[in-house]
């Protein structure tokens, strides 16, 4: 009997093959996000070519490497493959064990030869001719179907083996995290930036989290709840920099100095402010957060004009036109809606008004930040940032840094 056993994973390009002189880059970045994402399978390696990347399952199982492979960026679909002895009998009955176990009764099906190796006895047409043969042999009611059949089974005989696969999973599309640049999502607790990170991520722009945080007014649940949500993240690119930002000496200046009103305003420049600090220090080239217009006072186009004014750098807003249902259904399904909605606050919401402005003056905006020490109290926010390293399985591994460190 010949043995079935998934040998290796075949992934498919989608975008990538717009790239142009950029391809190999792009492919070199998709092997390496798989191989962070796939770390916990130390057999398994993986090898990238132009066409297509393999991984060697070595032995690993099959079905939970998929279940983390589905949402790697940059994979456009992909195939477990069955690897069989190069000679025509082996080759033959592979495929005849193989329809018997996957054939149902009226499905249809083609086989798709493909010879790398050219010194192999039978060409493509030849090996199609075949094994459709062997395939009616088995199965005498067994339907030929050309355009879309139900079982499409891809034959590739190359140089070391044949190959047999008749799956084709989709994978997540966009494209490989990191090959957009650098991006510093601002992450609360909420709903929506995580879905904004997601988005990013999706464009291949690599994140690293920045959250707020105000003891003793938030406390260390909130804190879990945004690793929580940031090791989420790391399903669709691999690990990702957590930074915390103490944030309570900014918010009580603040509170004390500016008029309920502007509370928000002023607070949401002051993270921009600092958040921009941080992603200069960084290397980051854009801010990315989870505003959505309309949705609250601090995202009307009014405030982010008030907020926006402090910075030139570019910020991104994945979710800005998406409504509250449509935020919530991607969240549910990146699984960081459960997380999201744990009641623990942040910091966005212990000090907010009653009935903030929803249209400011950015001229108001300045005039109460005179009565702060603006330089001062960013500096201070950006020297005692803490830095940890998010991974799938949430273990968060704290790094001791000098400020010099960030230089």
């Not at 086989?111 to 062997?134: M, P, Q, V, W, Y």
């Not at 009616?136 to 089974?153: C, F, N």
């Not at 990315?288 to 570019?314: D, F, H, K, R, Y």
Request: charged share 25%; glycine share 6%.
């Amino acid at each position: 009997m010949t043995n079935l056993t998934y040998s290796e994973i075949l992934i498919r390009y989608g975008e990538l093959s717009t790239k142009g002189k950029n391809r190999m880059k792009f492919i070199a970045r998709l092997a390496n996000n798989i191989r962070e994402v796939l770390v916990e399978w130390p057999m398994v390696s993986v090898k990238s070519d132009r066409d297509r990347t393999h991984i060697f399952l070595n032995g690993a199982a099959y079905g939970p490497l998929s279940e983390k492979l589905v949402k790697v960026f940059g994979v456009q679909n992909f195939s477990p493959a069955i690897k069989v002895e190069k000679t025509m009998p082996a080759l033959e009955a592979a495929v005849a064990e193989l329809v018997k176990k996957v054939y149902l009764e009226g499905m249809t099906f083609k086989i798709s030869a493909k010879r790398s190796d050219h010194e192999f006895e039978l060409d493509s047409t030849e090996l199609n001719r075949e094994l459709g043969h062997t395939v009616m042999e088995t199965i005498p009611y067994a339907k030929v179907q050309m355009k879309r059949p139900d079982i499409d089974l891809r034959v590739e005989i190359r140089p070391d083996a044949a190959y047999l696969s008749y799956e084709t999973i989709k994978g997540a599309g966009g494209l490989p995290v990191g090959t957009a640049g650098k991006g510093m999502l601002m992450l609360s607790g909420g709903i929506d930036s995580p879905v904004a990170g997601y988005l990013a991520l999706k464009r291949g722009v690599e994140i690293e989290a920045v959250h707020f945080a105000s003891p003793p007014y938030t406390g260390p649940g909130s804190l879990k709840k945004a690793k929580d949500l940031a090791s989420k993240l790391t399903a669709f690119g691999g690990d990702i920099q957590f930074i915390e930002v103490p944030f309570t000496e900014i918010q009580e200046e603040i509170k004390e100095k500016v008029p309920m009103p502007y509370l928000m305003t002023v607070t949401r420049r002051f993270m921009m402010r600092v958040v921009d600090e941080i992603r200069a220090r960084r290397h980051g080239q854009v801010i990315i957060n989870g505003e959505s217009l309309g949705q609250v006072a601090s995202q009307t186009l009014g405030s982010m004009v008030a907020i926006n004014a402090v910075t030139t750098t570019p910020i991104i807003r994945p979710v800005v036109t998406l409504d509250k249902l449509e935020i919530i259904e991607l969240a549910e399904k990146i699984d960081t809606f459960n997380i999201s909605i744990q009641p623990f606050e942040d910091c966005c919401t212990i000090f907010a008004p009653p009935q903030p402005k929803t249209n400011p003056k950015l001229e108001n905006a300045e005039k109460f930040e005179q009565r702060l020490a603006i330089d001062e109290l960013v500096q201070r926010a950006v020297d005692g940032i803490m830095i940890s390293q998010v991974s799938a399985d949430a273990q968060v591994d704290t790094l001791e840094m000098d400020i010099q460190d960030l230089l």
